[in-house]
């Protein structure tokens, strides 16, 4: 079963089921109203941003929104793809249109853990020591290419990206709000590589997966990208203020008891598929940690919220499972050897657990 079948596509994300439209608990219809007037009236810089990165990105809505809506949800993003796919490109369009602190770290194997996170400097004029702050230090780090850096760097990314703060010498210093480290790994080009260890994987929110254009996006990549000239600057349209103040609305938003226990059972199932009815025991070595039950919640509100919805329906929760399950999702050698992938398991799971 090929990978590339199994992924969203992104014209699913403006349809979603119409039986889903409307909340699960009517009990509940008078606060989900005010829930979604705060929503509509704080996304309004969304669908500029999504403009301003079009402009720039040819027909990869997907990503696009994928990037949105891990801002919003206050988590981090791992992408893969082959080179050439406006990976790079995309994080920093998407930096650049939002007016904030940006950074982008070319990762090598000769790099140190202070080249990221910084250093104290001895000042001999003076007989003290000043502290340097690394690149780490902004809203929007780009780690290009993380998978180039040998462990002991990409050690140095965890406690900033899951503590949100950096220890140099005695002193702990917070990083800035928003702050967001958004990674790219090239998956074909293994050697002068280091794999990145499930603990580092499983502190990214996202990983998604960038295929290919299909003919008409190919065609306008040539129309918009051959020529000598450089593109017009990307105009920052949002502020940090308003994805902070975005993020507080998506907290607030409606998700049912039914919803909740739908995500629990799908992060449960890839960790005892048996007890779901599911013959994939000899497929599945490790499952998605409780990590992943928080993150599938809060990207289905994030989902909703870049819909313009102030409740999350199920099929939110389907349309972002692949993206936060597909590597936290361990597969045997068994399963390698008939060919399934974490995301097959997953497509496999989506389809036989009953929907609410």
Not at 68 to 75: D, E, Q
Not at 273 to 288: M, R, S
Not at 300 to 319: E, N
Not at 328 to 353: C, P
Request: hydrophobic letters at 40%; charged letters at 20%; glycine letters at 4%.
């Amino acid at each position: 079963m090929s990978t590339a079948t199994l992924n969203p596509q992104p014209r699913r994300d403006e349809a979603p089921l119409d039986r889903f439209r409307a909340p699960l608990n009517v009990n509940h219809n008078t606060s989900i109203q005010a829930i979604n007037e705060s929503v509509q009236r704080t996304s309004t810089w969304v669908q500029p941003l999504q403009q301003e990165m079009s402009r720039v990105i040819v027909g990869q809505k997907y990503l696009v929104d994928r990037l949105i809506i891990s801002l919003v949800a206050n988590g981090h993003v791992l992408l893969e793809g082959v080179p050439g796919l406006a990976k790079t490109l995309a994080l920093k369009t998407l930096a650049t249109a939002i007016q904030s602190r940006f950074q982008r770290i070319q990762f090598t194997p000769d790099m140190l853990p202070a080249d990221i996170v910084g250093t104290l400097i001895y000042n001999p004029r003076e007989g003290t020591f000043n502290t340097k702050q690394g690149p780490i230090f902004s809203n929007l780090v780009l780690a290009d290419e993380i998978n180039r850096a040998p462990a002991k760097v990409q050690s140095a990314l965890l406690e900033a990206m899951q503590e949100r703060q950096v220890t140099i010498g005695d002193t702990t210093y917070p990083l800035p709000e928003p702050f967001l480290v958004m990674a790219t790994q090239n998956p074909v080009e293994q050697e002068g590589t280091y794999p990145l260890p499930e603990a580092q994987v499983d502190r990214f929110m996202l990983k998604l997966v960038i295929t290919y254009p299909n003919r008409a996006e190919e065609r306008a990549i040539l129309d918009t990208m051959a020529t000598t000239e450089a593109l017009a600057p990307v105009t920052p349209v949002v502020t940090c203020e308003n994805i902070i103040e975005s993020r507080r609305v998506v907290n607030s938003i409606y998700i049912d008891d039914k919803v909740k226990d739908y995500i629990v059972d799908i992060v449960l199932a890839t960790r005892d598929p048996k007890a779901y009815g599911l013959d994939l025991g000899g497929y599945i070595e490790y499952g998605a940690s409780p990590r992943a039950t928080i993150a599938l919640t809060l990207v289905s509100k994030a989902y909703a919220f870049l819909q313009g919805r102030g409740y999350v329906t199920p099929q939110d929760v389907k349309m972002m499972a692949h993206d936060v399950l597909r590597h936290r999702v361990t597969v045997t050698y068994e399963a390698e050897a008939e060919n399934l992938s974490s995301e097959d398991i997953v497509t496999k799971i989506l389809d036989i657990l009953p929907v609410p």
